[in-house]
């Protein structure tokens, strides 16, 4: 058997998300689809380095599989591209020892989350940003970025529809983009709850507008509350970017 | 009765096209959905500048319309967009002469092409842009261009399944940009035949490919005959960019 560690695209609009569901539309199953066909019918299982929601987009998802096949990275890229449909696109393949693990061993993931500004709704952006045409003090937004950097527990910050129970994560990096009527965050980190990204992003939102203070963020921090944070913004301008690993930058 | 003039956006993707057909959506049919809830179940006639096909988008298409109401500009803005599905928006209102009509008074159309030039497939350009991952001799379609421009009879560059018979147009512009993977198409000109811009795009890039030659163009317009020119590229790379009248530029 060879491991191998794919870094794949989709445009999530017209999934329910990536895990399999039964009766629904999944990348997962997708992509188990086209590997069941690359293998004469036999059932090979995709894991991720993580879910992503309905809706929500990737850029650079990992997934690692099984086969006892070994055709040259080009040719499984080749394929696949091939069995896939259109709104997947691999991008790259590569084998991987057979301890390689997407979800355990990522050791970061970059997500990121588009808002569009514009006065005026853009049919083009409905499913690939979230609009929000109000004025943004930039400078709170950015005031606020220090109170979220470092490790904490992000409760606050995470659905209450979760099993995890450890929630300290440590967000590395957040920035703020302002570019030709889009606004985009970054956030680099060791991991992401469920939601967090969104909430995150929410809780900015509500801090450009005057509804909460860049020093809010400490106090929502230790109410260990989800009811103190932010909205959660819709999935549909969120991104994951990219998944680190220790192989790598 | 006041005649209002649009500016309206819409994603072709879901629609089959502009016009009114029985059983099918259509940027047309919807519209006048919006406008009849605003007249009281009236029905209001929308007429545009002209039809766009199956897929293809709009930045800028011109509608009008005539109403017994009298609102200011801003109000029929909102509400045409309050009640207009999300793929299709208004972007301008402005109240018309009785005379003004979008067709027969448009003196000039842009359209633009988009074609994606990255070697693997992107799963968020598959609706908004032509995958065309070849090599292309951009200096040759350059040079193609002066044989384009100006009056001609482009019967070679019009779809066989056309009622028009006079097909003598002028183009005023072309223009080639190749920016970030993309390569984008301009096109000016006092109107266009039948998928005579796709027709167009296919045609130059066959001369990118090597298929054609530039100076073919002379021979492929002296021909008249629609089976000389390149093929028809797919509709989802094509905007109706502006509509051009003589109040304005």
């Known amino acids: 058997m060879q491991r191998y560690k794919c870094i794949v695209s989709y445009d999530g609009t017209l999934f329910a998300g990536f895990q399999v569901q039964p009766d629904k539309r999944t990348v997962q ?12 019918g036999e ?8 879910r992503t929601d309905s809706r929500v987009h990737a850029k650079g998802q990992v997934i690692h599989f099984d086969s006892p096949y070994s055709f040259p990275a080009e040719n499984w890229e080749k394929g696949m591209n091939a069995l896939l449909p259109e709104d997947i696109a691999v991008i790259s393949v590569q084998e991987a020892t057979p301890d390689f693990h997407s979800r355990f061993d990522a050791t970061g993931k970059e997500y990121r989350y588009l808002v569009s500004l514009s006065k005026k709704r853009d049919p083009f952006q409905r499913k690939y940003a979230y609009h929000f045409p109000y004025e943004l003090n930039y400078q709170a937004m950015q005031d606020a970025i220090p109170f979220l950097l470092g490790t904490h527990d992000f409760t606050s910050f995470c659905s209450a529809k979760t099993e995890v129970t450890d929630k300290v994560r440590t967000i590395r990096e957040i920035e703020l983009l ?5 606004l985009q965050f970054r956030f680099i ?7 967090m990204v969104r909430i995150l992003v929410g809780t900015l939102l509500e801090i450009g507008t005057g509804k909460k203070v860049p020093v809010d963020i400490v106090e929502i921090l230790q109410k260990k509350d989800r009811s103190f944070a932010g909205k959660t913004v819709p999935g549909q301008g ?4 990219k998944v680190y690993y220790d192989e790598e930058d």
Do not use: C, D, T
Request: no cysteine; hydrophobic share 40%.
């Open 238 to 241: 969120l991104y994951l970017w």
């Open 189 to 195: 980190g060791n991991g992401f709850l469920y939601n």
């Open 29 to 40: 199953s997708e992509m188990e689809k086209a590997l069941r066909k690359m293998h004469k």
């Open 178 to 182: 302002v570019e030709g009527g889009m």
């Open 43 to 50: 059932a090979i299982r995709v894991s991720a380095s993580g």
